[in-house]
């Protein structure tokens, strides 16, 4: 499997150890130049954006090229993100991954299903990642942002932070921060049906990030990710601390809620079903965002 957090960080001796180049894929459109300067804030290595038709021009300071295998040839780069309309983003990812990108962070959402399944299989082809679609993204707290996350809720640490939900990350990292848990890792798994990175995708690319203390996982009701994930955790042996949340615990049955995949059919991708895993898994559920650092102090004590 790709190392995902190798990609992002480099390794120690690499001439681009901690600055990997990053491509924005529709930075001059109104979401991505808005994101592209938060990045850029944040002190990622926006190295080119790409717009077809507007090659040649720049970006504060970023050449922008007409395709990804332009930007690619000029900078290196094996990070790209992309702030394309959910229609175009077979078209897109298909550029990037055809170019040689390792890692796609794909922010759409509602991209039709036939769409990300066909990127999904290029993908696996070419060895990449894809993130998401629609994620906030995937950062190292005080290194790399790729993605849309405010850098506030974020400091550098040793816990993993694996969510389903943007919004949730944000405040359950919040949390964490505010309790001295910082984090070596956070990864937005995204909300569409089908994502090109499934939890337990990411647990196998987060479970070895060097001194990793521990893993928060960030679930919703819908689906089985987070019971086969719970499952790995049992037959990996990882033996970190680890707490979970799930998120649409009192949700009315068979009535979507928020996400495209969070709807429950019966007992199928319910919240006790999930609840219920983890309990197996020697994983702690909070209740509420808050009580995730508590659990997981409780964990390290043991």
Do not use: C, W
Not at 116 to 134: F, H, Q, S, W, Y
Not at 157 to 170: D, E
């Amino acid at each position: 499997m790709t190392d995902l957090f190798g990609l992002l960080r480099g390794r120690p001796g690499e001439p681009d150890h901690g600055k990997k180049p990053v491509i924005v894929q529709g930075i001059t459109g109104t979401y991505g130049s808005i994101h592209a300067r938060n990045m850029i804030a944040y002190g990622t290595n926006v190295a080119a954006g790409v717009t077809p038709g507007k090659g040649g021009q720049s970006f504060e300071g970023v050449p922008v090229y007409g395709s990804v295998g332009e930007a690619v040839e000029a900078t290196g780069a094996r990070i790209s993100i992309a702030f394309v309309p959910a229609r175009h983003f077979l078209g897109a990812a298909t550029e990037a991954l055809e170019a040689g990108i390792k890692l796609l962070v794909a922010i759409p959402e509602h991209v039709p299903v036939r769409d990300t399944m066909r990127v999904l299989e290029l993908a696996r082809e070419k060895d990449a990642i894809v993130i998401g679609p629609n994620t906030p993204g995937v950062m190292i707290p005080g290194l790399i942002k790729v993605g849309i996350m405010p850098p506030t809720p974020f400091r550098a640490g040793r816990i993993a932070v694996l969510s389903k939900s943007g919004t949730l990350l944000y405040e359950i990292s919040d949390a964490l921060t505010g309790a001295g848990f910082g984090q070596a890792i956070t990864v937005g798994i995204g909300g569409d049906p089908i994502n090109g990175t499934r939890l337990i995708d990411a647990f196998e690319m987060v479970k070895d990030v060097p001194d990793l203390e521990g893993l928060v996982v960030v679930g919703e009701i819908g689906g089985d990710s987070e019971e086969i994930l719970a499952q790995r955790i049992m037959d990996s042996g990882f033996s970190k601390p680890a707490v979970a949340y799930i998120a649409g615990r009192a949700a009315p049955k068979e009535k979507r809620m928020g996400h495209a995949g969070a709807i429950v059919m019966g007992t199928y991708g319910s919240a006790e079903s999930k609840i219920a895993m983890f309990n197996r898994a020697n994983i702690p559920v909070a209740k509420r965002p808050a009580e995730v650092p508590v659990l997981l102090a409780g964990k390290m004590k043991e």
